[in-house]
Structures are given as structure tokens and as C-alpha cells.
């Protein structure tokens, strides 16, 4: 069969983000195939949430608890803010006597990028890990500054309101309910109520406090201008250390995710869920991790994490661009299950295990003129990890992660400076005490200093792991000039050669079907 010719290069399809052409697609280590298609999804996405318009505001008005002469108005399409993984309207409320002029924002997941066709339930698993999130840090972290969680409503399913809005006779029913089940030893639900109505559409969604503009704004929206500014960014980091070190307070059982189910019971039974997992479902690349997966020590899920690397390696078609390299990025994966010990201490590998805020960056923290954090948003991707893990953003230095300079290595230590002062705030020495380790600022200095900074964040990188390695980990061992040895590649796994042959025609078939796309403008 005759291959298609190369396109022209004036062709460009639609995508989420813009049109991009063929010579740009062609160059992108993901595969870019399902993106041509998402533009089409989004649109017919948001015509199901029109048709469905009164049930929103229907059930919107219950989490707020509105009066007849107070209605919700959700907004036109044109008002609507499409983000990576979420569909995000503000709706208005007409006659709002509690908050004149105020605005809620409802969240829906976007079930065609986190894997729902192929997996079904994940678009529920991101949504009940979310809210569990928002719940669990406003019982026990209420200094984290979240917006206010009015309600939310799982897939044809049921739906909560916030207990303290609730009316006075349910309100009491509801405490005296959970001070019994607390003293009989059940599992206590958590601070929200299960309405008493039908929710029939087939995407969950959340309710919060919409953040107006004279309230707060984007860190993104200044931090091109403002983060040379050593005050605002020292608050910022101040900001930041303080979230950090409240969640870490708490110590977990567990590495996983919180998760709610169906009577509002929070539980830490989830799997870790990071938006790679996600990604690589929504690509039909299986990761092999059960939602019901967690951890007791660090080295099995970290071993599942790289056996994730080795899937999408597997049954992504583009994932590798000729034999050589498939077979250095064999071995790069080879090498990362070889030194894994050496980045991971033995007395930490059982915990303590804390709260992480993984999706951290500047589109997600809104921040005053002075960049005090005002509030962090978006709270998918939370997961309870190892002590390890906890290091400041990749994006301090506004570089590429995979290329940080030495800037970032002295932003870092800026950071870990004024992360030390709020750590003696919070944890003074006791009395009995000569001096207390801190325990996290120490943690994070040796992880510079070992290197795991750069090998955690190249096993959160789908696409990174490669070029992380090669540049900020092989140096440690080996001249950063050479190449990984090829010999290695066989230990990767069994018909070692028989699966690079395999890459290479899987990287034809991926060229043919690109090409195609792009000789049709009818995707």
C-alpha cells in the first residue's frame, strides 16, 4: 500500500489550543492524534451541559440554599474557561441577599481527557479525589487558603451541600448523627450533607466561590513582571512554605489519594492519583495501577511509576523515533530501576507520609498586589506521598524542567531559606528539647544535594524522563557527553530485540496516520 505523500505545508488542523500544522505535529513527542479530535468533543461537551441548563441551576440553588426570589443563571458559552482537564462557568445569582453582585463557579471534569471512554469511572475518581481533598483540608487545615466548597454532585449519583448551610432542623439531625456514629466506632461522614434530589447527568461536578478580580488574580498574570521583585517574592515563598508545612503536619498512613463515597465518608484508599495516570489512560495506555491501589513504603510505587514509563514506551506509536532511540530510552529505564536505591533513604521508606499539592503553578495560586496567597485552586492531583517527595515548585527559575539552569539551584536555596524560618514557627523547640531537627527543610536540603529533586521529577514527566536523566542524573555517575550503553537495553525486558523492531514499525504506522490526517481537513 502506497504511502501518502507528504502534506503541504499551509495545512493545519484545529485543536484545543489553536491550529497547528503538520510540521509542528510531526515534531511533538506525544501523540498527537487524539488532540485533532478534542475540539469536537469540547463542542459536543458543551451543548450536553446546555441541554441540561435548568438541572445546573437547579441544583446550584440547593447548595446555596436559595430563596424563591433568588435564581441562579449560569453563563453563556463565550464566559466559559476550558482548562486542561476541567470546564470551568461562572454562574450568577439574581436577588442574592446574602452575597449582592457575588458569583459561584461550577467545575466539571472533561471526561475525553482523563481516559472516561476507556476507562470508565475516571472522570468520578478525579471528581470524588478533588472534593475528598477540599473536605479533608477544611476540617483539619483550615489555614490553607481554599475557596469556599459550596456542594457537589458525582455522575448520576448523589449530591452534597455544605452542612453549616443547611436548615436548622437537619443541620441538628446531621451533628447529632455523626457524634453517634463517632461513639459507636463507625466511619463518620464528612462536614457536607446528601441532598435529597436526583442529579441525572452522566459528569459529576463541584461548586466553589467564584474569585473575583478585585479580590485576587493569577500569580501567571504578574510573574513575568514582578518575580525579580525579592519582596514579592519572598512573600510568595513564605506563602508556599506555610501551605507546605501545614499539610505536612498531619502525618498519613499511606501513599494514595483521598476519595468520598457515596455517603460522604472520606477515606485515604484511592490510588496516588498524579495527572500522568490520567494522561496515559486517556490514551488507552494501560498503567496497571486499581484505583483501590496504595502504599506502605516508598519503593513499590515508585517501581509502579516506572513501570508506567515502560507502558507508554510500549503502546504509545510514537513513543520512540528509530531502533537507537528505543534502545537508549530502554536503558535509561533500565538504569532508573538499577539506582533507585540511592535516591530513597531506608529510614524514610516507611514514612511519614504527607499531603502534596502536585499540580502547584502560577495559573493556580491567585495572590494579592503583593503576591500573598490568597487562595490555591484546583486541588486534583492531590496525593499523600513520601516525605522525599516534598520539594518546592519546578518552576521557580521559569524554565523548562527538563533544562533548569543555575538560577533555579539559587532560587531554590532562597526558598528553602525562608521555608527553614517557617518551620521553627511552626515547630518550636520544645522545652525539653536542646534542638529539634527540622525534619522537613533537612529532608528537602538532602534531597538537592543526592540528587532525588531531579529523579522524582523525571518520574513525573511523561515525556521528560529522558532528558532529565541525561542531563541533571548521569552527570552524577558518568561524563554527560556519553550516551546510555545500548548493552543495557536488554535488560529491560524479555524479546528485548524483537520489541525495538516492533517500536520502529509502530513509528511508520504513527507517521502514515499523521500524514493522512493532515491530506483531510475532515478529521
Not at 495559573?363 to 485552586?377: A, G, M, P, Q, T
Not at 515525556?463 to 537495553?489: H, K, M, V, W
Request: with cysteine.
Amino acid at each position: 500500500m502506497a504511502r501518502p505523500s507528504e502534506p503541504e505545508a499551509e495545512v493545519t488542523l484545529r485543536t484545543l489550543y489553536g491550529e497547528i500544522t503538520y510540521e509542528e505535529a510531526a515534531d511533538q513527542e506525544t501523540n498527537v492524534l487524539p488532540e485533532l479530535t478534542y475540539w469536537r468533543k469540547m463542542d459536543d461537551f458543551g451543548s450536553y451541559l446546555l441541554e441540561h441548563k435548568k438541572e445546573i441551576e437547579d441544583i446550584v440553588s440547593r447548595y446555596l440554599h436559595l430563596k424563591s426570589t433568588e435564581k441562579c443563571c449560569l453563563s453563556p458559552p463565550s464566559e466559559w474557561d476550558y482548562g486542561s482537564f476541567n470546564l470551568c462557568s461562572p454562574v450568577s445569582i439574581i436577588n442574592w441577599r446574602e452575597r449582592p453582585g457575588g458569583r459561584v463557579m461550577i467545575r466539571f471534569p472533561l471526561p475525553f481527557k482523563v481516559g472516561e471512554s476507556k476507562f470508565p469511572g475516571n472522570s468520578d475518581e478525579k471528581l470524588r479525589s478533588e472534593v475528598a481533598t477540599y473536605a479533608w483540608i477544611g476540617k483539619n487545615c483550615p489555614e490553607v487558603p481554599v475557596p469556599y466548597l459550596w456542594g457537589f454532585s458525582f455522575a448520576g449519583g448523589p449530591s452534597f451541600a455544605a452542612l453549616e448551610n443547611a436548615p436548622f432542623l437537619s443541620r441538628l439531625f446531621e451533628t447529632l448523627r455523626r457524634q453517634i456514629y463517632s461513639l459507636l466506632g463507625y466511619a463518620v461522614p464528612c462536614q457536607y450533607i446528601q441532598l435529597n434530589c436526583l442529579y441525572s447527568l452522566n459528569v459529576g461536578h463541584m461548586v466553589i466561590d467564584y474569585i473575583e478580580t478585585a479580590d485576587a488574580e493569577m500569580l501567571s498574570s504578574t510573574w513575568e513582571t514582578k518575580r525579580q521583585d525579592e519582596r514579592s517574592r519572598t512573600n510568595l515563598f513564605r506563602g508556599l512554605s506555610r501551605i507546605m508545612l501545614a499539610l505536612a503536619r498531619i502525618p498519613l498512613q499511606r501513599i494514595g489519594s483521598f476519595t468520598m463515597d457515596n455517603q460522604g465518608v472520606i477515606s485515604l484508599t484511592n490510588r496516588p492519583l498524579r495527572l500522568q495516570l490520567h494522561q496515559l489512560e486517556n490514551e488507552d495506555i494501560p498503567t496497571d495501577i486499581s484505583r483501590g491501589t496504595t502504599y506502605t513504603s516508598i519503593e513499590p510505587f515508585l517501581l509502579d511509576i516506572l513501570a508506567c514509563h515502560d507502558s507508554r514506551l510500549r503502546y504509545q506509536l510514537n513513543a520512540a523515533n528509530s531502533e537507537v532511540d528505543c534502545k537508549e530510552q530502554m536503558a535509561v529505564l533500565s538504569t532508573f530501576r538499577t539506582i533507585l536505591p540511592l535516591f530513597v533513604r531506608r529510614d524514610l521508606r516507611s514514612g511519614p507520609f504527607i499531603l502534596t499539592l502536585t499540580d502547584i503553578h502560577t495559573s493556580n495560586i491567585f495572590v494579592d498586589e503583593e503576591w500573598n496567597i490568597k487562595y490555591l485552586i484546583d486541588l486534583e492531583w492531590a496525593c499523600s506521598l513520601p516525605i522525599e517527595m516534598l520539594h518546592p515548585p519546578s518552576w521557580l527559575s521559569d524554565e523548562p524542567f527538563e533544562s533548569l539552569s543555575p538560577l533555579f539551584e539559587e532560587l531554590y536555596q532562597e526558598f528553602l531559606d525562608i521555608f527553614k524560618q517557617e518551620e521553627a514557627l511552626l515547630f518550636p523547640v520544645s522545652q525539653d528539647q536542646q534542638q529539634r531537627p527540622q525534619l522537613f527543610t533537612e529532608t528537602m536540603r538532602k534531597g538537592w544535594e543526592t540528587g532525588n529533586f531531579f529523579y522524582f521529577l523525571a518520574l513525573e514527566s511523561v515525556t521528560g524522563l529522558y532528558f532529565i536523566f541525561q542531563r541533571r542524573i548521569r552527570p552524577r555517575f558518568d561524563s554527560p557527553e556519553n550516551c546510555p550503553d545500548e548493552a543495557l537495553s536488554v535488560y529491560w525486558g524479555l524479546g528485548s530485540q524483537q520489541f525495538v523492531t516492533s517500536k520502529v514499525e509502530q513509528k511508520k504506522e504513527y507517521d502514515d496516520k499523521l500524514r493522512q490526517a493532515f491530506n483531510c481537513k475532515d478529521t
